[in-house]
Structure formats: C-alpha cells, structure tokens
C-alpha cells in the first residue's frame, strides 16, 4: 500500500476528488498512468476516508497561496499612519477590522500583547466597514485620523467606546486629539473611500467575508483566532523570512 503520508499521493487524490466533484469518478481514469485508477481510487476512498481533510488542506493551502503571493505588497502596504506596533518592523500582521465587531474588540488585547512580545512586529490595519452604517463613518474617522498621526489613539478609544455612533466616534476622536473640522473635511470631500474600497476589494480576493481577519507570512485567518494561533503563525513567518 502506498504511504498516504507522502505529498505527491496527497496531492493525487485532491485532484482526483474535484475531478470526482466536477464530472464523476470517471475522470479520475485520467490518473490510470498512476496505478491508481477511479475504481481503485474509490474504493481506497471509502476505506481511509481520514484522508480526505488532509487532501483538501493542501488543496486550501495551494490556492491560498495562489491568491495571496500577487497580493502580498499591496495587502502589507498600510494607509499612512494605519500601523501598529513597529512600522518598520521585519514581520507584518495584516488585520481587517470593523469597529461594530465584538470579535475585533476582544482582539484589541491580543494584538497588543504580540506588539510587546515582538518589538519587529509591524500591524497593518485594514478598515473593512461591513456591519453597520455607522461602521463606514467609524472607519472614515479612523483613517482621517491616521493621516494626523493619531490613529493608534483613535484605534483604542473607539472600541473602548462601545459600537460606533455620531458620539462614540467623535467622542474617540476628540480623545485622541484629532483635529474634527479638518477631520470633517477630508472625509467629506471623499479622501479615504479610494482606501476604503481597495480594503473591500483586497479582502473579496482573499475570500474573507466578516471581521476579524488575518493574514501574517502565509497564514491567513478569519475570526477571533486568539493570540496563540496569531502568535504561532508569527514564529513561522520569521522563519520563513529568515530562511
């Protein structure tokens, strides 16, 4: 029996599958040069069905990869001032946060402690407003106040506010010293929507679709993953960066 450990196998088999999805087991007689025809690999299928995760993982992650590599300066590439942590840090976390999101304000304290924990860490912040009306004017007021050099502050104090209204986003911007009438200005002459809409456009092409989500080296994540998971994908990603 062939060891189902080894790539190429794996590899063999996902194929196979989505031949099997796409038009039947009978395109996997495409494979019959492998010794493995649809017959065959059918019935090694049904009797090792724990191989079918392990298929579609390498399958994810190849097309993971697919999307990602032509994507990664532009994604790693922050709006002026939308960076936590280290801006010229080695190793960057990516994030695509909504300030209605309760997932993304428990992750607040997250991001914060790998900030501590890796001085080389860079966190470009993706606003992606998708929840509310009043997500969209949070994060117009988060980048406004990026381009005063105060988006960390506003970062924070939005979502100690609480979900973004007319008040909590003034009040956060106030807080954190952001002139408001220039502030006002700039969003209302539209200066961050072009931001706005390439945060959408990039997250779309990566396949998220709700907040938080992640992308450190080659891992990509949606939800509140917690600061283990984070923390290991940032491991992998220096080594990666210095291999």
Aim: charged content about 25%; aromatic content about 6%.
């Amino acid at each position: 029996m062939t060891d189902r450990s080894s790539p190429a196998p794996l590899l063999l088999w996902a194929v196979t599958l989505l031949l099997a999805l796409a038009g039947g087991f009978a395109g996997a007689a495409l494979y019959d040069w492998s010794g493995m025809g649809s017959n065959n690999t059918r019935d090694y299928l049904l009797a090792h069905p724990e191989v079918l995760p392990e298929a579609f993982e390498v399958l994810q992650h190849r097309d993971t990869l697919a999307r990602l590599d032509p994507l990664r300066r532009e994604l790693e590439t922050p709006f002026p001032g939308a960076v936590l942590g280290n801006p010229d840090g080695t190793v960057t976390l990516v994030e695509f946060s909504d300030y209605a999101c309760g997932y993304c304000r428990h992750s607040v304290e997250d991001v914060r402690a790998l900030i501590k924990e890796n001085p080389n860490l860079k966190v470009v912040m993706r606003e992606y407003p998708i929840l509310t009306e009043k997500s969209i004017d949070a994060a117009r007021m988060a980048l406004a106040a990026a381009k005063q050099g105060h988006y960390a502050q506003f970062h924070d104090n939005m979502f100690k506010m609480g979900p973004p209204s007319d008040e909590t986003i003034t009040a956060a911007a106030r807080k954190a010293g952001v002139d408001l009438d220039q502030a006002r200005r700039d969003i209302a002459e539209g200066l961050f929507d072009q931001q706005l809409q390439a945060n959408a456009a990039l997250a779309q092409q990566l396949g998220f679709n709700g907040t938080p989500s992640w992308v450190v080296g080659n891992d990509v994540m949606t939800g509140a993953v917690g600061k283990d998971r984070l923390a290991e994908a940032i491991e992998k990603a220096k080594e990666t960066a210095t291999s």
